[in-house]
């Protein structure tokens, strides 16, 4: 059995606790851009959680984003604006609103590796 730190609320309660969500792909939320992004909360003093989902496109491929949780709608717009993610809602974007279900994307996958000031590490590229 799966036990989950006290520390940390189950998926379902971040989702309705935290309904404001922002996506950036995962591995663009490495290296000095981790540091970029706990920077710019801490700063204007904004609380998140994260929390990771599977972009699942109509070609098959996935990808693992992240997702950063706010209770707030301005401190997610914040967000949105400074490092020009994409707006998650987890009713409409996960399979049948479950918490745990995969965000099925449209369109043709076209791999991210700039967003606003933050970049994919050369390490990470290929």
């Not at 929390?51 to 709608?73: K, M, P, S, Y």
């Not at 965000?103 to 606003?116: F, K, N, P, T, V």
Request: charged share 30%; proline share 6%.
């Amino acid at each position: 059995m799966v036990t989950r730190s006290r520390g940390i609320p189950a998926p379902t309660i971040i989702d309705r606790e935290m309904p404001h969500q922002v996506a950036l792909p995962d591995d663009i939320c490495t290296d000095r851009n981790y540091t970029l992004i706990r920077r710019f909360l801490e700063e204007r003093r904004l609380s998140c959680r994260t929390r990771a989902v599977i972009a699942v496109w109509e070609d098959g491929t996935q990808e693992q984003w992240r997702l950063h949780c706010f209770a707030d709608r301005a401190a997610a717009a914040a967000f949105l604006d400074h490092f020009g993610a994409i707006m998650f809602d987890p009713k409409r974007d996960r399979e049948h609103g479950r918490a745990r279900g995969v965000w099925r994307r449209q369109g043709a996958y076209e791999r991210i590796l700039e967003l606003g000031p933050l970049s994919v590490p050369e390490a990470l590229r290929n």
